[in-house]
T-cell receptor
Framework: GESVGLHLPTLSVQEGDNSIINCAYS??????FIWYKQESGKGPQFIID?????DKRQGQRVTVLLNKTVKHLSLQIAATQPGDSAVYFC???????????FGAGTTVTVRA | DTGVSQDPRHKITKRGQNVTFRCDPI?????LYWYRQTLGQGPEFLTY????????KSRLLSDRFSAERPKGSFSTLEIQRTEQGDSAMYLC?????????????????FGAGSRLTVL
């Protein structure tokens, strides 16, 4: 079936380095993508989103890249901090739909 | 607090008992969603409301599950005759109406979740 998934379940990064979290999606009809961060015991928290008519979008310390040709999405976190340790999910939806479909997540651990 | 509120945060019950979770969405949001999340997995869609109308139910929502949003504001999710496989985090989210064109219109805002443990 159609699904959104992440390439790696875990990522360990040194504090201060840049992090790159990858996500592959299979639904070619998806035209909206979103990254969420989930800390232990909390609900998912919005980080950044991107529509399919864009290939890059920047926020504060975060950049999302979208490659529709290979159906790939990535989240880049600049100067990773201990507070960035969390599980990161990508999610997708079609414009005609109202619900998001989530991948399995990548656990990011920041080493001091 | 203008976020999504869920209650209770934690519920431990014995197999066969009924449980009910409540969600209070952001007041400006007319869309409300229930998701289920098991350990190590992403949230899975359960059901969706637009105002008081329940417009879609996932096949994950067995006959033992029922969700309501009687006045288009808060919502409840009830699980009858709980089973150990029902143990999970139940997440509620809300969003603005479809067609809203401003930035963030498609974003689902999640609550902290209600964690259910069935013994």
């Amino acid at each position: 079936g159609e699904s959104v998934g992440l390439h790696l379940p875990t990522l360990s990064v040194q504090e201060g380095d840049n992090s790159i979290i990858n996500c592959a999606y299979s639904n070619s009809a998806s035209d909206y993508f979103i990254w969420y961060k989930q800390e232990s015991g909390k609900g998912p928290q919005f980080i950044i989103d991107i529509r399919s008519n864009m290939d890059k979008r920047q926020g504060q310390r975060v950049t999302v890249l979208l490659n529709k040709t290979v159906k790939h999405l990535s989240l880049q976190i600049a100067a990773t901090q201990p507070g960035d340790s969390a599980v990161y999910f990508c999610a997708e939806k079609e414009s005609i739909d109202y619900k998001l479909s989530f991948g399995a997540g990548t656990t990011v651990t920041v080493r001091a | 607090d203008t976020g999504v509120s869920q209650d209770p945060r934690h519920k431990i019950t014995k197999r066969g008992q009924n449980v009910t979770f409540r969600c209070d969405p952001i007041s400006e949001h007319n869309r409300l969603y229930w998701y289920r999340q098991t350990l190590g997995q992403g949230p899975e869609f359960l059901t969706y409301f637009q105002n008081e109308a329940q417009l879609e139910k996932s096949r994950l929502l067995s006959d033992r599950f029922s969700a309501e949003r009687p006045k288009g504001s808060f919502s409840t999710l009830e699980i009858q005759r709980t089973e150990q496989g029902d143990s999970a985090m139940y997440l509620c989210a809300s969003s603005f109406p479809q067609g809203a064109l401003f930035a963030g219109a498609n974003v689902l805002t999640f609550g902290a979740g209600s964690r259910l443990t069935v013994l």
